[in-house]
């Protein structure tokens, strides 16, 4: 099977499989939340998740973490590892911008 990247070069015709996550907020509430993208800095990998019912909110990013073979996504709670990783996706936001 070989590997089948889903960008805006995907030009044929299938459903894209959502991968959803139900992600608790500060405040107790769960939302349903889809990963829209990922990315990787400093060889840890990020991911940059959507609320399902409101997609124009701002995205949330997680660290993508692995046990036992088991993916899971970790708050990051570092100040400086914040700084590093917006700033990593607002630059490629960016430019995903200025090429449409």
């Not at 939302?31 to 997609?55: A, I």
Request: glycine content about 4%; hydrophobic content about 30%; aromatic content about 8%.
């Amino acid at each position: 099977m070989s590997d089948h990247v889903h960008d805006e070069n995907c030009d044929h015709d299938h459903d894209h499989e959502e991968h959803v996550f139900l992600v608790t907020d500060e405040e107790g509430n769960e939302r349903e939340m889809v990963m829209v993208f990922t990315f990787e800095s400093e060889e840890q990998v990020y991911s940059v998740l959507l609320d399902r019912n409101d997609p124009e909110s701002d995205g949330v990013i997680f660290r993508i973490e692995e046990e036992d073979g088991e993916a899971f996504l970790v708050g990051i709670e570092d100040d400086a590892e914040w700084e590093r990783v917006t700033a990593i996706y607002e630059e490629i936001a960016k430019r995903e911008n200025e090429g449409q």
